[in-house]
């Protein structure tokens, strides 16, 4: 009995003393204490509310949107032809000026890395050139042109050249890639792929080209 007691005193003692140094903290402290935890709440607060507003608008205002490339115009810049009968060979230099422009619906700017044209005779690469790097801004369609020139050496081997001469008509078809990057906020980054194709015949009577066909392909 005497010891439940002694415990119970000690307990209320130690409550007291508890008590005691509590209330030998200063005001001060406890105030500076206090405004510190308020200012912590308010910085985490205005971060979340930060982070849900820019996920919000970068899922719906700035949600990121294919950006396409078209062709206009394909259009003979230089077409020479000489046969030779004996040997049922062509010496053939063709030229193509292409027109193409590319359009970026995002409300950001769109950037690209270096792409390609490439001019296909019979399933086999007989021209290609480089489309250099560039930005297009937020909204914009920018135009673009390359020339594209047959490599002559690449068709010595391909025993249709002849005929498709003949004949009066040769069928080739464009390949244009480009690869980019939306950038939403400097943090959401969206990779993008276009891919143009076209098919279109040459003339060689009358130098034209017609027939022209194209197929567009982007994917994020």
């Given amino acids: 009995m005497e010891k439940a ?4 005193l000690n307990s209320s003692k130690a409550a007291k003393e508890t008590k005691d140094a509590e209330a030998q903290i200063p005001p001060k402290n406890k105030s500076k204490h206090r405004r510190r935890n308020i200012c912590l709440g308010v910085t985490a607060a205005v971060i979340v509310v930060f982070v849900l507003v820019v996920v919000i608008l970068a899922l719906t205002v700035f949600k990121a949107k294919e950006p396409s490339t078209t062709i206009d115009s394909i259009a003979l810049d230089n077409l020479r032809v000489s046969l030779d009968l004996a040997r049922l ?3 053939l ?6 027109d193409l422009t590319v359009k970026n619906p995002n409300n950001v700017g769109f950037k690209f890395k270096n792409g390609s044209a490439l001019l296909n ?17 937020a909204d914009e369609t920018k135009p673009m042109n390359v020339t594209v ?4 050496d690449r068709l010595l081997s391909n025993s ?4 498709d001469v003949m004949s009066g008509v040769m069928k080739l078809s464009t390949l244009i ?13 969206v990779t993008v792929h276009t891919t ?12 034209t080209v017609g027939d022209q066909n194209c197929k567009y392909k982007t994917s994020l």
Avoid: H, W
């Fill in 196 to 207: 143009t194709t076209c098919d279109f015949s040459v003339f060689v009577s009358n130098a």
């Fill in 93 to 98: 230099n063709l030229t193509l000026d292409v």
């Fill in 149 to 152: 020139t047959v490599m002559a």
């Fill in 89 to 91: 060979g062509v010496d």
């Fill in 177 to 189: 890639k480009l690869s980019g990057k939306v950038s939403i906020f400097n943090i959401f980054k």
């Fill in 121 to 137: 005779y019979r399933g086999e690469v007989v021209g290609d050139v480089p489309i250099p790097a560039g930005k297009i801004g």
């Fill in 5 to 8: 007691e002694e415990t119970a």
């Fill in 160 to 163: 249709q050249l002849y005929t």
